[in-house]
């Protein structure tokens, strides 16, 4: 909203694109967003970026993986003690149709061991998927994620 139309243009033309979206909140704004490199959506790559940059008020040790592993891996630290890596998969609900896809993401992640990751949910950015989703894993929405991220940090 700090943007003023000639930047606005300026950007769309350096690759960005104007959508409305809901970030971590329960309501919608127009942003500016870099389309991404890869095929995910741009509400994907939104959140991705939401929660990383939430998660960097906390942690330095925040990865984003566009194309493999989980969407976000970080390190929870309490003082000086380590407590842990934990990952989260983003989901649009577009995949919620393609069950064995599902299926086997959780089961990857439920195995996994560079890093062994102390816990990972499933972040829905409807909350209207999160039923299927808690059918497989732990699940929380999009609006939840500020708290969640907080709770682990304390």
Do not use: M
């Not at 704004?29 to 939401?50: C, D, G, L, M, R």
């Not at 195995?111 to 059918?135: L, S």
Request: proline share 4%; hydrophobic share 30%.
């Amino acid at each position: 909203k700090e943007l003023n139309p000639n930047q606005i243009e300026f950007l769309k033309e350096k690759g960005f694109v104007q959508v409305r979206l809901c970030g971590l909140e329960a309501y919608s704004q127009w942003f500016v967003v870099k389309k991404p490199e890869t095929n995910e959506s741009i509400e994907h790559y939104f959140i991705i970026q939401a929660i990383t940059d939430e998660l960097k008020k906390y942690t330095q040790n925040v990865t984003a993986y566009p194309t493999f592993g989980p969407d976000i891996v970080f390190q929870v630290k309490r003082g000086e003690e380590a407590s842990g890596w934990y990952a989260i998969e983003v989901e649009t609900g577009k995949r919620a149709k393609n069950h064995a896809d599902l299926e086997a993401k959780t089961d990857k992640n439920n195995r996994n061991d560079k890093p062994k990751y102390t816990q990972w949910w499933f972040v829905v950015t409807d909350k209207y998927y999160k039923p299927e989703y808690e059918k497989l894993h732990q699940t929380i929405t999009r609006t939840e994620v500020k708290e969640k991220i907080a709770s682990l940090f304390r």
